[in-house]
């Protein structure tokens, strides 16, 4: 939905042509709704927000979950804003509620990061977001794991950070530090965490590491993403049998 246009850039006609209806929607309510506008900068935000997510009111899940994890929470508005996504009647009913408990979410609450996911695949990412966000590469463009493999329609857990002392080993030795509740999570997961939370905060995740995720390359390599920096994401891939000081392992929780 984002573009480099603001609101003054539209034409005097077109805003007063828009602001009429919306008065006209309004009706009795128009004059407090202005005045609010005019005077409580707080309720002009909100309304600003309630607008530019596609009028979408999180639930009373969301709203908990949003407080215990704070800045370490994506909302659906955010994957409508960022992503410019429309989503169906029954795509809101089946993010609506969180899958994590309360309890779940305390664990986790500084360590990862909540966002619903929604099937994008990572080339469909790299379309619906700012150039520079990715480091030009072509390699990937006609690889499975870039073209075929969607984010899931559902809420993530990932760490926001490769798994402690993950970095130095090889993938055996990495997913042994997993946990039961834990596993390794695909690439487009990840990219898609990386690219909405930079997109929402202005804040790069793995910006001076590589993580390693599920996904093969056609030649059989593991997947791994990070480096996030000014140049842009990078994705590569690496024998799993590699053991590399950048490189660690990425996670979610089941």
């Known amino acids: 939905m984002s573009n480099d246009k603001t609101a003054f850039d539209v034409s005097l006609g077109k805003a007063a042509s828009g602001f009429t209806k919306l008065l006209r929607e309004l009706g009795a309510d128009g004059k407090q709704v202005i005045e609010m506008l005019d005077d409580d900068p707080a309720y002009a935000s909100l309304v600003s927000l309630?607008?530019?997510?596609?009028?979408?009111?999180?639930?009373?899940?969301?709203?908990?979950?949003?407080?215990?994890?704070?800045?370490?929470?994506?909302?659906?508005?955010?994957?409508?804003?960022?992503?410019?996504?429309?989503?169906t009647d029954d795509e809101v009913s089946l993010l609506r509620d969180i899958r994590f408990t309360e309890a779940q979410l305390q664990e986790c609450k500084d360590t990862h990061v909540l966002f619903p996911g929604y099937p994008l695949?990572?080339?469909?990412?790299?379309?619906?977001?700012?150039?520079?966000?990715?480091?030009?590469?072509?390699?990937?463009?006609?690889?499975?794991?870039?073209?075929?493999?969607?984010?899931?329609?559902?809420?993530?857990?990932?760490?926001?950070?490769?798994?402690?002392?993950?970095?130095?080993?090889?993938?055996?030795?990495?997913?042994?530090?997993?946990?039961?509740?834990?596993?390794?999570?695909?690439?487009c997961e990840v990219i898609y965490l990386i690219m909405l939370y930079f997109l929402a905060y202005q804040k790069r995740l793995f910006e001076k590491v590589y993580a390693r995720c599920s996904n093969l390359s056609s030649d059989g390599n593991r997947v791994d993403v990070g480096n996030f920096d000014a140049k842009g994401l990078y994705v590569y891939s690496n024998w799993d049998d590699y053991r590399l000081v950048y490189l660690g392992v990425s996670s979610r929780r089941k």
């Not at 999180?58 to 929470?73: E, H, L, V, Y």
């Not at 559902?154 to 090889?170: A, F, G, M, P, Q």
């Not at 042994?176 to 690439?187: D, H, I, Q, Y």
């Open 50 to 87: 309630y607008m530019q997510s596609g009028c979408y009111s999180p639930s009373t899940d969301q709203k908990r979950a949003r407080d215990i994890m704070g800045s370490n929470f994506l909302g659906v508005e955010d994957i409508i804003k960022h992503f410019g996504i429309s989503l």
């Open 121 to 187: 695949s990572i080339l469909e990412i790299r379309d619906r977001v700012p150039n520079a966000m990715f480091y030009s590469q072509d390699w990937y463009n006609d690889e499975k794991f870039t073209k075929k493999e969607k984010v899931g329609l559902h809420w993530y857990l990932i760490r926001k950070d490769i798994v402690e002392n993950s970095t130095s080993k090889t993938y055996q030795e990495q997913t042994a530090l997993l946990t039961s509740n834990e596993e390794v999570p695909r690439a």
